[in-house]
């Protein structure tokens, strides 16, 4: 047999263990996404990767 002070233990952690959190585990970088494209930082990445495109198909030869 178990002794009490036991089983009254468990019961105190009990509710403990069945605690659900809500945290959102994207929150930082859907922040930072949203600030990409706020600041216009996208336009420019864009840009710049079809700039980027170009130049290396105007300087390659074949």
């Known amino acids: ?15 403990t263990l069945a605690q659900q959190f809500d945290t959102d585990v994207f929150a930082g970088v859907r922040r930072a996404a949203d600030n990409f494209v706020k600041t216009g930082q996208v336009w420019a990445l864009l840009i710049g990767i079809v700039i980027g495109y170009l130049l290396r198909g105007f300087t390659t030869y074949g």
């Open 1 to 15: 047999m178990a002794p009490d002070g036991l089983l009254w233990h468990w019961h105190l952690d009990y509710p």
